[in-house]
């Protein structure tokens, strides 16, 4: 693990100690296997995550960040919501209620088009290692995603089913790993906020229910080559109102 991950990990703690939805003993201990040994260096990672966010958005996709994994504790209360489709998990195709045998686990889901399932991934290694597959075969031939003429790639996100209500849009190759900071109106923000979503000219759009693009993950792909695609709800796969970090590519 390199610096940058490790500082990543340890951002994350502090993060989750202030919440309350670490153990403050247990958060602690972490952080010292993290190398946050003083209150010093804790504020230190703190100045470094606040001018982080002034730059959002961020480039995307980060696959040294998409390999990072939570801290243990925060891992522990990973929730799933229930979806309304089935999901395949290692072979085995659940009943969506059974989603919550895997809470406590970070998993990765992944649909296409017209799909009446889910393939849900437990290995956070093996998500990313199909992402960049994935990635470089589409773009292998070309440098970027302006194939359509006329069209700006990238996928615009809205409050509500059905393309409906405040829109927020990300461009190919980018994101956002915090929306927290990312205004809506006057007086809100994005924050477990997003409903829908509208593709143009992109293959695949990325939701993660955690900032800084911790898990659960959600992954819709479109074929290469399809200049629009919708997703009017996100209910069907259990991740409405669930985005805390966004991308595409």
């Known amino acids: 693990m390199n610096q940058e991950q490790k500082n990543g990990r340890a951002l ?24 946050v040994t003083s209150l010093e260096e804790a504020l230190t990672l703190l100045q470094q995550e606040a001018k982080v966010d002034q730059l959002a958005p961020v480039p995307q ?23 309304e489709v089935p999901f395949i998990l290692n072979g085995t195709l659940y009943d969506p209620r059974d989603i919550t045998r895997f809470n406590g686990q970070e998993l990765h889901f992944f649909t296409s088009p017209n799909a009446d399932h889910v393939l849900a991934v437990d290995n956070r290694d093996t998500a990313v290692d199909w992402l960049q597959f994935e990635y470089i075969e589409r773009y292998r031939n070309t440098p970027d995603a ?10 615009l996100w809205f409050e ?10 990300t461009h190919w190759n980018r994101g956002y ?33 955690a900032y800084f693009y911790y898990g659960p993950h959600w992954y819709h792909t479109v074929p290469v080559g399809t200049p629009y695609a919708e997703v ?7 991740f409405n109102d669930r985005a805390s970090s966004i991308g595409c590519w």
């Open 61 to 83: 996709p980060d696959f040294a960040a998409l390999r990072r994994s939570p801290p243990a504790e925060v891992l522990s209360r990973t929730e799933h919501v229930v979806p």
């Open 177 to 209: 790993q915090r929306l927290s900071k990312i205004s809506m109106g006057l007086f809100s923000d994005w924050n477990d906020k997003i409903s829908s979503l509208a593709m143009r000219a992109v293959g695949v759009a990325h939701i993660s229910d």
């Open 232 to 238: 009017r709800s996100l209910r069907p796969f259990g």
């Open 160 to 169: 509500h089913d059905d393309l409906y209500g405040y829109a927020l849009f």
């Open 146 to 155: 302006t194939e359509f003429r006329g069209v700006t790639p990238g996928v």
């Open 12 to 35: 994350e703690l502090l993060q989750a100690i202030v919440a309350g939805d670490a153990a403050m003993d247990d958060g602690l201990g972490e952080l010292r296997s993290e190398g």
